[in-house]
């Protein structure tokens, strides 16, 4: 049973251990801002369709080691420390809701800085958030749990980037297809059955991921 006091507490734990060492934050931050410019520099009338691929393909690549860190930087000990700390149900739910709040963070940053160089060509502004949330929510998922797996193995920076990419393809192909409708207004009506899916998969890959967490944390 998940104690969700308990869960809040070791996500205000994630927290502050990122707040002492922002590095990695800010390397991410910094290389969302020079894709961006360079984007802009490259393609200085840009169209929207352009410029929609230019925002997913730069915060995916631009985020996979932040998100993916929340295990692969766990040692051994750690953990040890954390199999007394709270159930493993409570661990990948902290360890859930800070990937999507880190990665909803940097598709916030991501867009000011696409917006700030090149302006937003989204006609639908509600409904293209609503995609970026369920899009990279699930993406943070996969990125967290690919991390715990990689975590047990020797080159965990190395074999999460690796792990990820394949699994969070029919992610990303079905957010980028689905966002470049909300382009047209003609076809932002069929929207709806995209975010439909992307709500079944998020929630297939959370049910799937919590499964086998189980096996996981008892190695």
């Not at 104690?3 to 707040?19: G, H, N, P, S, T």
């Not at 980037?161 to 047209?184: D, E, F, H, R």
Request: include cysteine; charge should be positive.
């Amino acid at each position: 049973m998940i104690r969700f006091q308990k869960v809040q507490r070791l996500v205000q734990m994630e927290i502050a251990l990122d707040y002492r060492k922002p590095s990695i934050i800010g390397s991410v931050i910094l290389q969302l801002g020079i894709t961006a410019m360079l984007s802009m520099l490259s393609q200085p009338k840009i169209t929207g369709s352009i410029w929609n691929t230019l925002f997913w393909i730069t915060l995916i690549l631009g985020t996979i080691t932040a998100i993916s860190r929340n295990f692969t930087l766990v040692s051994k000990s750690r953990w040890l420390y954390w199999n007394q700390l709270s159930s493993p149900a409570e661990m990948l739910a902290s360890k859930m809701i800070y990937g999507w709040i880190s990665m909803i963070v940097m598709c916030i940053i991501n867009l000011i800085f696409f917006t700030w160089f090149m302006g937003i060509p989204i006609i639908h502004l509600g409904k293209y958030y609503t995609l970026l949330i369920l899009t990279t929510g699930g993406i943070a998922t996969i990125y967290t749990f690919i991390g715990a797996i990689a975590s047990k193995t020797g080159n965990s920076g190395f074999l999460a980037p690796v792990l990820s990419l394949p699994l969070i393809m029919p992610l990303i192909l079905i957010g980028i297809k689905a966002s470049q409708k909300t382009l047209n207004p003609v076809l932002v009506s069929s929207l709806n059955k995209d975010l439909m899916l992307l709500g079944a998969l998020d929630l297939m890959i959370i049910i799937l991921s919590s499964v086998l967490f189980q096996a996981l944390w008892k190695d």
